[in-house]
């Protein structure tokens, strides 16, 4: 599971990334403020395509389905194996993929009763790519722009802190993963 995350990148650094990364020009980056527990229910920089452009702007962390008729019933995440079978995120999945920018996420390692938080980063600290999906709902004729993010089974190097981690995409599957156009389940 994927609770917390930080994204400590400075305005010029993140102007930079969706700059070189996404050609985002039409950002105001004055908007971001880097985050040191970014947490669920915030409004968070992610990052969607329309099959043409990519766009950044902010979404609640807390995916809500199009059919829900208030905020009481939200997701943090959603599991990966799953995630084009469960009837909540299918249709975001197949259609409105997004990724979460971080530069490192928390995970609580368990010893006995007792939780420690551990910061996992890249090695060059840089920032990475989550995988998330997205969706609107009309809650009190108000629309709520509201994300997931995609969690798997833990690798070799998470499977001693968690059983599970966020989907950290490599950046050159993020142009697949954004893709609208592109329903192939097995992404």
């Not at 452009?53 to 943090?76: C, H, Q, T």
């Not at 390692?109 to 609107?136: Q, Y």
């Not at 709902?137 to 995609?150: E, L, P, R």
């Amino acid at each position: 599971m994927c609770g917390r995350f930080t994204i400590t990148a400075t305005k010029a650094e993140m102007d930079d990334y969706l700059r070189n990364y996404f050609s985002i020009t039409n950002f105001n980056i004055d908007d971001y403020t880097p985050r040191y527990n970014a947490s669920p229910t915030q409004n968070i920089l992610s990052i969607i395509s329309d099959g043409y452009n990519y766009r950044a702007g902010f979404l609640k962390w807390g995916f809500v389905p199009e059919y829900a008729k208030d905020m009481k019933f939200f997701s943090i995440n959603s599991r990966a194996e799953t995630i084009d079978e469960k009837p909540t995120f299918k249709k975001a999945f197949l259609t409105k993929r997004c990724i979460i920018p971080v530069d490192s996420f928390y995970e609580w390692k368990k010893k006995g009763t007792k939780k420690t938080p551990l910061r996992i980063l890249m090695k060059d600290e840089k920032i990475f790519a989550l995988a998330g999906i997205w969706n609107t709902a009309i809650i009190n004729d108000t629309k709520i722009h509201t994300f997931s993010i995609v969690t798997t089974k833990a690798n070799d190097l998470m499977a001693n802190i968690h059983d599970r981690m966020p989907v950290i995409l490599d950046h050159d599957k993020i142009p697949l993963w954004l893709d609208p156009t592109n329903r192939d389940p097995n992404l």
